[in-house]
């Protein structure tokens, strides 16, 4: 038998392993292998059909912020974790913020032994850093075939010293039913930036300033905006409709973000002066929902939501089907948007939810899915350009005196 390049299980790695426990509230409890901080966690459990790659991304999205992520391909890590280091515009070039977002993490196996040119670490060394608990080695089809069954429910991820002593099932079942469901708490302003930030682009390039609402937006946005020489001023979610247009923005960004959009009632009420004073806007996930609950409709809870990079949508317009990057528990209730103005802009293939809305006489327009997560000439970060078309036709339609106050604009 050739062993060459393999690794053998040792007696001193075995001793070395870390034993894990996942709790669910209904009962169930995976026992596994941990990996990642020694600590516990408790948050939405949730599932993504992302394949091999996007870990990085999936790690480090604001949106899924309170979540205990489970990857259902059944090795995570072969290509490792690439360094800090940011690109041109100042934020980080390889993750989706500045930090792991997830409260833990679940796959059935952790590659220890990464192999990529760029990678620093494995996927244990990088949890460790951020202080996220992991676990491998259970059975995450069963557990992704309970989650579609019964839907996203509380969970506990705990991975404990080698020496300490595992709770009964009994004591673990008790501490989730206790434990508080992260939904209740508002995630948007937990994860937000507390301060302005600004990504501009060099002066002679600059063609106008996008307003980004934080509401936990992923870094490939930011990026895709300033592609389009936009300069970009990224702005706190609860940040006021007069403070924003201060600014003098020539479009606004309503971001992805976690947890229920209702709870942004700051955010919905600046989405409702941008709707009746006709600014080109574009949101992205959580931004949908605001844009629409602004618009008069309702969101509710999905029961597992989409997360993953294979999610079909159409584009109701053209009959176009599209390939998309999906991550939400939340949707649109379309059929209560039926009276105010706004029209469904595309929906999903799988399941007919909502993914997109635009109104046909206001340059506003939104997307369920993530357009920034795929660059290439065919897919769906056309819809930046349809942003940048309705700030130029607006621009050009109506001319904005720079020394016009914002009482007399609006």
Known sequence: MNLVGKQMITLETLL????????????????????????KAIGELVFTTFTAAGYNCALTDPSNHGQLYTLTYPLVGNYGVPP?????????????????????FIVHEACKNPSHYESTKNLDMFLKEHHIPGIERIDTRELTKILRKEG???????????????????????EVKNALDPNQR????????????????????????????????????????????????????NTSYEEI?????????????????????????????????NIPCMGICLGNQIIGLAA??????????????????????????????????YALKITTLLKSGFKPLFTNADDGTNEGIYHPEKPIFAVQFHPEAYPGPEDTTYLFDDFLQNIAFRAFTHPRDKNQSIEEEI
């Open 296 to 329: 008069g409709g309702d969101t509710y809870k999905m029961k597992f939501g989409h997360r993953g990079g294979n999610k079909p949508v159409i584009d109701l317009r053209t009959g176009k089907g599209f390939i998309t990057s999906q991550n939400h528990g």
């Open 152 to 174: 996203v429910q509380l969970g506990l991820l705990q991975v404990f010293a080698k020496d300490e002593l595992i709770p009964s099932d009994t004591e673990l079942l008790q």
């Open 84 to 104: 800090w280091e940011k690109d041109q515009t100042g934020i980080e070039k390889w993750f989706e913020s500045d930090s792991i977002k997830c409260s833990g």
């Open 16 to 39: 070395e392993e870390q034993k894990a426990v996942l709790v669910l509230s209904n009962g169930k409890i995976f026992h596994g292998i941990g990996f990642g901080a020694t600590t």
């Open 186 to 237: 508002h995630l948007v302003a937990e994860i937000s930036r507390e301060k302005v930030q600004e990504l501009r682009i060099a002066e002679e390039r600059s063609i106008g300033t996008v307003i980004v609402i934080d509401c936990g937006v992923k870094n490939n946005i930011l990026r895709e905006l300033n592609k389009r020489n936009l300069d970009v001023v990224i702005v706190p979610y």
């Open 245 to 277: 247009m201060k600014y003098d923005p020539d479009g606004i960004l309503i971001s992805n973000g976690p947890g229920d959009p209702k709870k942004c009632i700051e955010t919905i009420e600046v989405a409702k002066n941008i709707i009746n004073n």
